[in-house]
Structure formats: structure tokens, C-alpha cells
């Protein structure tokens, strides 16, 4: 008897999904509106197809309908192309041919401006002088350049329809008219019939609903693909080319789209509709039967729902600035890492204020960053060390960045050092932090929360004689750990334990293995590190680690000799050994253990009631 294998677990079906399935419901059954015919081939499309996908941000698509039915990319590609001709031409040469202001007529009108330039890239007189622009600089190697652009805006490889390719060839009249009307006044150079062969076949590019979700998403993720996660165009290029989709992409519906639907969208006579929100979603739609504008029927009622149901017109924002800042606290209300000598946590009890702790969350954008700038404008509210946590920051947009390093560069004290906290090495911020430092600006960077922290309390520690150096050695009765022991008591645990020495980079602790050690760290300096290399704490001379190996079974971390260290290092089963001839020093010692822990609680806990209010 064969065993079948069992069937796969169906995914829940999410609220937007729905919405989705909902929408092609309720205007499938649309029958207004006719196939364009005006070029033969798309009269030949199926009326009733209809497929609508949406791409988000980071890279997710839902799909709903026919949105793997490969249709022309028409007017669509003008968008793609235009954005291609900023990034590859530069914005000076392509703004001084083509200009950013609505027509106010029809998409194929044989009219330019006053100036005898095109009105903008969306009609077909921009879109032509922009691929001619393209097909001057790069000859032949035009239409694969134009095609390898829209292939990464939609994250494949695209083909074209020579059937329609032929036919817009051949009943193109109007657009050779156009483009020797631009030849005229030189908005075009070179042979019109190349130059138009190429643009041709740029609008005979299949796509599919699915490929415009993704080219939509793309705009919206600021010209990174989000589901390959190349980067295919500048942001410059996306945002004034989303600037022109606003004003221009509808055809002469424009006006009244971006009113209602408020979203950067362009349309193509083949039915589709691309729509960008920015930071949040792609929109394409495939529906062949258009209204007088050109525009897809079924295409305008989605997008208008969309809009309405989820208020997505980009001018319908809202947000609180004061969100970007959870927590403003210093160590007066979240107590310091335990675990320090005595004199150590005396000096920072003494100077809790020193610290000032700023936890980041969300999109540091211009109005955002601006705010927590305004925090820091009282130079009694910023002391010696201030620590700005980005770990709960998403994103953080070119004007709060300058905002952000403005701040550091300018704002803060000569005796202030910004300690930045949550960056790793791959962060946009990085790079500029380190230059600051490089320039000899007090700031310092370290990738988690806890190990900025520490670094600052060793300023603190240093600043005020709690040690001088890592080179000295500690004695054991300043551990936290042995706090209450008899000189002879810990005498006797000295016997018990071993003294052993550890190189540079060696390896102390591994967090795979079983705990069975106990270290007194004497002399040197060690590091605990998460399994990604990250270092969570640095310790000093009269600290412990591996402590937990008294009560637990497992590690969290690795321990690594960060100089040459000495310890004393004291087996669990050594410790069973004093515990049995010394009961009130050892209960003493898991007493202490308790403490500390404890203490890290109580920390922790602070801090969860700052972030949390």
C-alpha cells in the first residue's frame, strides 16, 4: 500500500489578498469601455481579461485574475525609459530636450511647447525624443539597453511581440509625423526610421500584471527591485520621473486621476496601469477595454477603490513626529550592567546623568529628525556620552541622514561624544560616521544597544580612577561574585581554582559546548560574542564570566581574549568541593550570583518600561 505524501497546509488568506479577489470580483463583470484597434494587433486582445497584482517593498506580491497573460507594455515603457535616459544621460542633457509640464491633450498630439520642445516624457513626442536621445548616444545597442531596463524594473527577462512590433510599424504614421516635427527643431538627430524602429519595439515588450507590480514597487523602493534587490535606478531619476507620472502618466485623465486616486501611475493602450506609492507599493493591472482617454476601465475603478479603501493618495499622509523618539532616559532611572568592581559602580551611581540614552524607531525622515534635533537643544539635557539606538530604525531618508550627521558635526558640545548604537558595517550611515571620526568628530559607532552602553560606562569608569589599566591585576576580593567572603575563604577557592593564560584571539569560551568553568578574570581583557561575531559585552580585570555554569546547562555566547589575559579558572566540580567544606561561603557565592542576575532583570525591566511607557 503506497502512503501518500500529505497535502500542503493551505496559506491564510490575508486582508489585502481578500480585498484583491473582492475587487476582481466586483468589476469583472464590467463590459464598458473597447479594445484599442487603432494598431491591428491589440484588437486581436481577449476583453474580458483582468488581472490585478500588488509588489510591496520588501519584495511580497499578491495576485488575483489573469495576471500571468503577457500583454503589450505600450505607453507603459515611457516611464522605464525616461528614467533610464536620467540615470544614463544625466538630468542637464535629457531636461534640456524634454520638458516636465502636462500637454493638456491627447497622448499622440503632433504639438510641441512654445519652445519647440516636447511637454514632458509621458506623450509620445517626449518618449520618442527621449529614445532618440538614447539611440544618438549608444547606436544600435539602443533597444537592448532600452529592453534590459524594463527586464530589471521587473526582475526578468522580457521578450517582444514581433506580430505587434510589425504592426505599429506599419500604421504608424502619426508618430513619424511627430518625430520629423521633432527632427525640425532638433529634438531628435539621426534616422527617424531607426529611431522609431526602436521605440517601436520598446512599446511591443511583453509584460504581464505580475511584471508591472514589481516595475511598480521598484519606483516605490527607490529604484531597488525589491524582489531581486538590484538597484536599477537612481533616486533621483525614479523621483522626478514619479514627478512627471503624477502630473502627466494618465493621459490627458491626469488631472483628475491624481485628484481622485492621488497615486504616480501610467497607463499603456495595451490595458495595463502601473501605480507607484512610494516606501510602500507597486500596483499593475491588466484589463484591455479602455475608456475615450485610453485608459484601462477596469484599471481606473481598481486603482480608484484601492485609493479610497486604504487612503493611499499620496497627499492623504499622516504621522507623529515625536513617534521617531520611544525613550529619552539617562542611568537615574535604568541602573548601570552589574557585575562591576565596587569602587567602579560607585563612580557611575555618583554620575548617572552622564549618560544619555535616545532610542530611535521607525523612518528618520526630514520632519522626523528635525524633531529629535529639537530634543538636544538645551546644553544642560546633553551630557558627557550621548547614545542614539537606531536598532528599531527601518529607514532613514537622505534629508534626516544630513539631519542625523549635521547633529553629530555641529549640534552637540566639544565635550559630548555621540555614541551610535544598532549599526553594522552594511548600514547607509556607516560610512559618513566613519568619516566623522576620521575628521576627528567625538563619535563612535558599535552594532548593538548593550555594547555602546558599556562602552560608555568604561569612559565614565576610566575618567574618575575606578582602574587604570587593563595591565593590572585584579584582586579577588573585588569580584561582585566572591562580595561577602573572608579573606580565607577565598583564599581556600584560590587553592581550588587554576591560574591559566590566554593569548590574544584565543577562544576562552565556546558557546557549544557544556558549561563547566567559572573565570575570575585578573588581568587583560576579554569579549562575549553572539554566534554572528557581534560583540555583546566587553569585561575588565575583577569581573566574572561563565558564571552561570554554576546553575545552568547551556552557553549563550562565546568568550574571546581580546589581549593577553589571565584568569583564574575554577571547575564546577572544584566548586562543589569548596561547597561541601565551606557551605556558608558557597551559598554565599550563589547568593551573589542571584544578586547580579537580579540586578540585569531590574535593568532590563527598565528599559522595557521606558520603551513601552
Known sequence: MSILPPSPTPSLETPLLRFLKETHARFGPLDEGEVASYIPELGKADP?????????????????????????????????VYALALDTLGAEHVEATIGVEPSGEAFNSIRLRADNKPFNAMVNAGAIACCGLISEATGEAAFEMIRAALGAFAGRTLDVDDAVFQSERATGDRNRAIAYLLRTYGGVRGDVDLILDTYFRQCSILVTARDLAVMGATFANHGVNPVTGQVVASNY??????????????????????YRVGLPAKSGVGGGIVAALPSQLGLGIFSPRLDAHGNSVRGIRTCAAMSESFDLHMLSRRGDVRTAVVADYDFRTVPPRPGRQTKAQEILAARSGAIRVLELSGQLSFATMDYVTRRLTDPAGVPEFLILNLHRVSTITDAGLSLFIGLIRNQLPAGTTAVIAGVEGSSPVAPQLKALRDQGVRVRIFPTYDAAVEWAEDQIVYRHGGFSQVGVEADLAGQSLLAGLSLQEISDLSRLGTRVTFDQGARIISASEPPAKVFFLLRGMVSARAANDVRLATLIPGMAFGELALIEEARAADVFAETEVVCLELGVEAFRTFEEANT????????????????RIRMATARIEMLTG
Open 584 to 599: 556558608r561561603a558557597a551559598s554565599r557565592i550563589i547568593r551573589n550570583l542571584a544578586v547580579l542576575l537580579a540586578a
Open 48 to 80: 474580458d481579461h483582468f488581472g490585478i497584482a500588488v509588489a510591496t517593498t520588501d519584495g511580497h506580491v499578491y495576485e488575483t485574475g489573469d495576471t500571468g497573460v503577457p500583454f503589450t507594455i505600450q505607453s507603459i515603457s515611457k516611464a522605464i
Open 237 to 258: 531619476a525614479v523621483a522626478r520621473t514619479l514627478a512627471v507620472m503624477s502630473s502627466s502618466g494618465m493621459y490627458d485623465f491626469a488631472g483628475e486621476w491624481i
